[in-house]
């Protein structure tokens, strides 16, 4: 099992960068060459959104991006330190900010994930969330002497 972490200032500039690499690393893996701009979407969205999310949060911590090769499989999993609340609860720290409009963005970002994604899995708790996608590969090609 190789793992490739990244972490990086929730600066929005960083993003494409997390992109770039996630994509890289997936074809390394074997990702099927027609589903990586989907990788490089769903990765996006889900840099983007963490971003967001420390910013607004104001958590200096690096958002987290984990790239992992397994056996038939290839998983993203881009990981907060905001803290969740809830449906209905306010997180802890929330100011009086558009807390309305913030989990509209957040759950539209969700949205266009799991579109991008059949496997993703969501959790979230009082000391951050993390969002695991996963693809299939395929496996290496055999060479025929």
């Known amino acids: ?32 060459e027609a589903v990586l701009d989907e990788v490089r979407l769903a990765v996006g969205e889900a840099c983007s959104r963490a971003v967001g999310l420390h910013q607004n949060g104001g958590i200096s ?3 987290k991006v984990l ?15 905001a803290p969740h609340a809830a449906p209905g609860e306010r997180a802890p720290g929330d100011g009086p900010g558009d807390a309305d409009g913030e989990t509209e963005e957040d759950e539209m970002g969700l949205a266009v994930i799991s579109g991008l994604v059949d496997d993703v899995e969501v959790s979230a708790g009082e000391h951050g969330g993390s969002i695991r996608m996963r693809w299939p590969t395929a496996p290496p090609a055999t060479l025929i002497a």
């Not at 099992?1 to 960068?17: D, G, Y």
């Open 61 to 63: 911590a690096p958002v």
């Open 1 to 32: 099992m190789a793992t490739v972490e990244l972490r990086f200032s929730a600066l929005p500039e960083h993003v494409r960068t997390a992109r770039l690499v996630a994509a890289a690393v997936a074809r390394r893996a074997g990702v099927d």
């Open 67 to 81: 790239l992992i090769e397994e056996e038939k499989q290839f998983s993203i999993e881009v990981g907060d330190e």
